[in-house]
């Protein structure tokens, strides 16, 4: 029984360092509409560059929730994002005819469907300022990281 666990425990360990390991080397594109490479893999950490939606990326390694990439368009670009801000599958357009810009794509992949879209339609003109005004940021990282630090909060790494 003892030997049952053991084994066990042992193929846990080996899959999740494998798992650990899963993107290292493969290509991975940016999911959100603008993501900052960072110089480490902390909230304030010093912002190396920009990536824009679809960019192609390649992984060099993996630590918990964060990969460090460098671009495919730009070698010397390079730095850690947020694993969920990634994917190995490419955003494509399934129509020759139709094209959509990277904001729409950013709108659908936030679950804007062409239905959702119709309803808006049927209702009147498409306003997304809304969405945008959303997506900007409102405070800046220094602010936030003085706010942490005085009030004596956790995450100030």
């Not at 084994?7 to 899963?22: E, K, N």
């Not at 390694?61 to 990969?67: A, D, M």
């Not at 070698?75 to 990277?102: C, D, E, F, K, M």
């Amino acid at each position: 029984m003892k030997q049952l666990i053991s084994t066990g425990i042992l193929l846990l360990c080996l899959s999740g360092g494998l798992a650990a390991q899963a993107l290292q080397g493969k290509t991975v594109y940016i999911t959100v509409k603008r993501a900052n490479l960072k110089e480490s893999t902390g909230f304030f950490a010093r912002v190396r560059g920009t990536l824009q939606y679809g960019d192609a990326c390649t992984v060099l390694r993996e630590q918990g929730r964060w990969v460090e990439v460098r671009s495919a368009s730009g070698p010397s670009l390079q730095g850690w994002i947020a694993s969920a801000n990634v994917s190995t599958r490419r955003v494509v357009s399934s129509s020759t005819s139709a094209s959509a810009s990277a904001d729409e794509l950013a709108l659908a992949g936030k679950g804007f469907s062409e239905e959702v879209e119709r309803s808006y339609r049927a209702e009147g003109d498409l306003d997304y300022t809304g969405i945008d005004n959303m997506e900007q940021p409102v405070v800046n990282t220094g602010e936030l990281r003085d706010f942490i630090v005085e009030g004596h909060l956790a995450g100030a790494e």
